[in-house]
Structure formats: structure tokens, C-alpha cells
């Protein structure tokens, strides 16, 4: 059974969330143009912690079959990571970068969906 690109994005969007990524959103860029369907957006707290979420990202994507048409490995200093996944954008940023570029201003007109990650209940 194939998953469309919708479940592709969220799935990693949930990724994202649950190794800490802050304030994820996905974006709903199908109706806006035509070279990319999803944007998902993360804040990292750490270039340490952008190259850990890039990890679980890339994973995840590997499992999902999805193939990469960019693989990044960010800097120290990297503000801003931009892995490529064809009709799946995802942005891992700082916030000062997500603060200065404000995709989701840009992009107002997409629908967004608030991603986070499961509630664990204490003692399980």
C-alpha cells in the first residue's frame, strides 16, 4: 500500500517533533505552485540539534522510499538547512533565521497544519 505525498509530509513532520524540533508546521503549497506540494517547516535549537533532526529526517525518508534530490550536511554555523525530497520541502532553521525569513508570512495563503509531538502519559 502506498502512502500519498500528504502522509509522506506529515509522518515527517512528526519526526521532526518528536526529537524536539519547535514549532512544527507543515504547509499546503499544492495550490500555490507547481514545483513543490509541502513545505515543513522546524526550529532547531542547535546546529548539534539541526544535524541530529537531519538524521532522523533522512531515515525516515529512506524508509518512506523517498529519494533525496539534495543532501545537505550543515556547517557549523548553519542557520538553515533545506533538504529537498521533490514534493516535500523541509526547512530545519534557527529561530533567528525563521524569525528574519518568515516562510510561513511568504507562503500565507497555505494551509497549515501544527505538528507536535504524542503526549506521554507519566508511568508508561
Known amino acids: ?7 509522506k509530509a506529515l509522518a515527517c513532520a512528526r519526526v521532526l517533533a518528536e526529537h524536539n524540533g ?5 504547509l499546503d503549497l499544492r495550490k500555490l505552485n507547481t514545483w513543490t506540494d509541502w513545505f515543513v517547516i522546524a526550529t532547531a535549537t542547535s546546529t548539534t540539534h539541526m544535524r541530529g533532526m537531519l538524521k532522523f529526517l533522512e531515515e525516515k525518508l529512506a524508509s518512506l522510499e523517498v529519494e533525496l534530490s539534495r543532501r545537505p550536511r550543515p556547517a557549523d554555523d548553519e542557520e538553515w538547512c533545506l533538504l529537498d525530497a521533490g514534493n516535500c520541502v523541509f526547512h530545519l532553521m534557527s529561530s533567528g533565521a525563521r524569525e528574519f525569513y518568515e516562510l510561513e508570512k511568504l507562503w500565507f495563503e497555505a494551509e497549515r497544519t501544527d505538528v507536535s509531538a504524542p503526549s506521554v502519559k507519566p508511568g508508561l
Open 1 to 7: 500500500m502506498s502512502i500519498d505525498s500528504m502522509d
Open 22 to 26: 519547535g514549532d512544527v508546521a507543515v
